[in-house]
C-alpha cells in the first residue's frame, strides 16, 4: 500500500495579503456602509414620526391620527424590508460577495493545485475550514501558494523554518540522516583502493650491480697453453 502524501494550507492567511482579495473586501464593506447608513437614516425618520406623533396625538383628530399612523407603519415596514433584502442569508450582500471573490477563490484554489501538483500531495487541508489539532510545520504549502499567486510571504517562511527547526521530530529525523551519512562514509573510507599502494608494505629490494671483471690485457695464449 503506497502511503499519501499529505499537506495543508490557511485561505485565511492568503486572504489576508492577496491584494484582489483585500480591494474585493474593500468595496463589499463600502457597500455595507452606505446600506447602514440609508437603514440608519430611515430609523431616524421614524423616531421622528413617533415623537411627533406622541406630542399631537391629543390634538389630532381620529382621522389625522389614523392617516399620520398608516404612515408612520409604512416606512417601519420600509426599512424592516429593506434590512432583510440587503442581510438576510441569500440576501444582497451574500450576492455580492459571491459575485466579488468568485474569480479570487478560483485564483487560490488553481494555485493551492499547481503547488499540489509540483510537490506530489495527494491531499492538501484547508486549515482555516478544517482546525487542525496539530501538524508538522513542513507541511505547510501556504507560502509556496502565496508565492505562486505573487504575494510577498519573506516574513511568514521565515518563521515557518523557524518553526520546523523548533520541531524535536524534524531535528530526530535530521540527526538519523546525518548518522546514517557518516556510516556511508565511513563504510567508503574502509574500503582498499586497489590503484592505492599500501603505506605498510616494504618496498622491493634493489637488484645489486654485478661487477663485470676487467678483460686481462694479455689475451692471447701460447702454443704450449693449448692442450693437446
Same mark, same amino acid.
Given at each position: 500500500m503506497v502511503a499519501q502524501k499529505i499537506g495543508y494550507v490557511s485561505t485565511d492567511a492568503i486572504k489576508q495579503?492577496?491584494?484582489p482579495y483585500l480591494m474585493a473586501q $474593500? &468595496?463589499?464593506?463600502q457597500m455595507?456602509?452606505?446600506?447602514?447608513?440609508e437603514i440608519d437614516l430611515m430609523q431616524k425618520d421614524i423616531e421622528g414620526m413617533e415623537l411627533e406623533m406622541k406630542k399631537?396625538?391629543?390634538i389630532w383628530g381620529d382621522n389625522e391620527r389614523e392617516?399620520? $399612523? &398608516?404612515?408612520l407603519d409604512n416606512k417601519r415596514k420600509k426599512r424592516e424590508t429593506l434590512a432583510r433584502?440587503?442581510?438576510e442569508p441569500g440576501g444582497k450582500y451574500d450576492q455580492e460577495f459571491e459575485s466579488a471573490m468568485k474569480s479570487i477563490w478560483e485564483k487560490i484554489y488553481t494555485g493551492i493545485q499547481q503547488v499540489a501538483a509540483?510537490?506530489?500531495?495527494?491531499i492538501v487541508w484547508d486549515k482555516s475550514s478544517d482546525p487542525l489539532v496539530y501538524v508538522n510545520a513542513k507541511f505547510d504549502l501556504t507560502v509556496k501558494v502565496m508565492k505562486v499567486l505573487g504575494i510577498n510571504a519573506d516574513s511568514l517562511e521565515k518563521k515557518q523554518l523557524q518553526v520546523i527547526d523548533s520541531d524535536p521530530r524534524n531535528q530526530v529525523k535530521r540527526e538519523t540522516r546525518s548518522r546514517s551519512s557518516r556510516r556511508r562514509s565511513t563504510s567508503r573510507s574502509e574500503a582498499p583502493d586497489p590503484n592505492r599502494p599500501d603505506p605498510n608494505s616494504q618496498?622491493?629490494?634493489s637488484i645489486p650491480s654485478i661487477p663485470i671483471p676487467d678483460k686481462p690485457a694479455d689475451s692471447t695464449r701460447s702454443e704450449e697453453d693449448i692442450p693437446r
Open positions: 495579503k492577496y491584494e $474593500q &468595496r463589499l464593506d455595507v456602509t452606505d446600506w447602514k447608513a399631537n396625538r391629543l392617516q399620520f $399612523q &398608516r404612515e433584502e440587503v442581510f509540483t510537490d506530489g500531495y495527494d618496498p622491493p629490494s
